[in-house]
């Protein structure tokens, strides 16, 4: 899996299924199992535990890695193991009234990450891996390095939002500062940088927006290293500030990303360029906002209003 440059998060999930797989058929080989046996697991899945269409597709996809990349084997009934059907879902979407109430129940670096969430259109985990060199404030812009699907692309930096994280910066680079005088300062570089570049993971530009706030040490070097905030401090905090705000949505930190995208729309930005900083690489999957803007089913007259109303 590292070998194809599969992302740390497919390499977890990936594991995880080819070892319920081998648990689930009695530790037996699975060179030996066939196509009745994969079937029965997948269908286990979705009668016993009932996951989703989703979850599915992602541990036949871990199988099927599994059969032809690690044990070689080129099966024909592979390409005959049926695939769940996805439904399609429309995204839940907060008012920019909702997402005023919602921050305005935060603070700190949470409330500073759902803002950049909500007024860059950025995934959880984009926010969280940002470093330093990627925002550009002379440019009002923001890199997302490695997104999903292993892309770069370039998202506005909102105006509003320049002070606030400047001055966040300010005393990250001070907490950078004194981890440096206190034999600290590293931070993990992605692919092979740590080779080419040796000093380059104490440097400040490639620091995270938002560290950690505890150090830990890196097991193969020995490293004293800050890791970026985690996700979960962000999920926590956003619950709490939906559930403070008296919102009866199911708001999670992806619904600011959808909301963005909503708002673009409703404002009359082009979908391509709504599409560009989304990071989407199908049309198709930006055309689901079109589903929820006030113009659409929200902007029509309903007969009852007309037969009621007069």
Same mark, same amino acid.
Request: hydrophobic share 40%.
């Given at each position: =899996? ?6 740390a998060?497919?390499?977890e999930?990936?594991l995880q ?8 058929h009695?530790?037996g080989?699975p060179?030996?199992l ?10 286990a ?13 992602q541990?036949l996809a871990?199988l099927?890695f599994?059969?032809?990349e690690?044990l070689g084997l *080129? ?9 769940? $059907?996805t439904?399609v879902r429309l995204?839940?979407?907060l008012?920019?009234?909702e ?5 305005a $129940? =935060?603070?700190g ?7 950049l969430?909500y007024?860059?259109?950025l ?6 891996r ?17 997104g ?7 998202? =506005?930096?909102?105006r509003?939002? $320049? ?11 001070l907490q950078?500062?004194q981890?440096?005088?206190?034999g ?9 940088l740590?080779?080419?570049?040796l000093?380059?993971?104490?440097e ?15 097991r193969?070097?020995?490293?004293r ?10 999920q ?6 939906v ?12 619904t ?10 409703? *404002? ?12 989407h $690489?199908?049309?198709?999957?930006? =055309?689901?906002y ?6 659409g089913?929200?902007?029509?007259v309903?007969?009852?209003?007309r037969?009621?109303?007069?």
């Open positions: =899996m590292r070998l194809r440059h599969l992302s998060r497919t390499e999930a990936y299924w080819m070892r319920r797989y081998h648990e689930f009695g530790g080989d060179a030996g066939g196509v009745e046996h994969v079937t029965a697991f997948l269908s899945l979705a009668t016993r535990e009932r996951v989703s269409a989703s979850t599915q597709n541990a871990a099927l599994l059969y032809r690690v *080129d099966l024909p009934w592979l390409d005959d193991v049926v695939r769940a $059907k439904a995204p839940v979407v008012t920019r009234e997402v005023r109430a919602v921050l $129940k =935060m603070d670096v949470p409330r500073l990450m759902a803002t969430l007024g860059c259109g995934r959880l985990l984009e926010c969280c940002l470093r330093v060199k990627d925002v550009d404030f002379a440019r009002n812009q923001i890199t997302v390095r490695a999903k699907g292993n892309r770069d692309r370039a998202t =506005m930096l909102p509003a939002m $320049k002070l606030a994280l400047a001055s966040h910066l300010e005393g990250a680079r950078h500062q981890d440096l005088e206190r600290a300062g590293y931070v993990e570089l992605p692919d092979g740590a080779r080419k570049l000093s380059a993971s104490q400040w530009p490639w620091q995270w927006v938002f560290p950690a706030t505890r150090i830990y040490v890196d193969l070097t020995g490293e290293r800050r890791h970026h905030l985690h996700e979960t401090v962000l926590h905090a956003l619950r709490s500030a559930l403070a705000a008296g919102i009866p949505k199911r708001a999670t930190c992806h600011l990303r959808h909301s963005f995208a909503t708002h673009l729309l409703e *404002d009359g930005s082009d979908i391509r360029t709504v599409q560009e900083l989304l990071g $690489k199908d049309l198709t999957t930006t =055309m689901i079109t589903h929820v803007l006030n113009r089913p929200a902007g029509v309903s007969p009852a209003d037969l009621l109303g007069s």
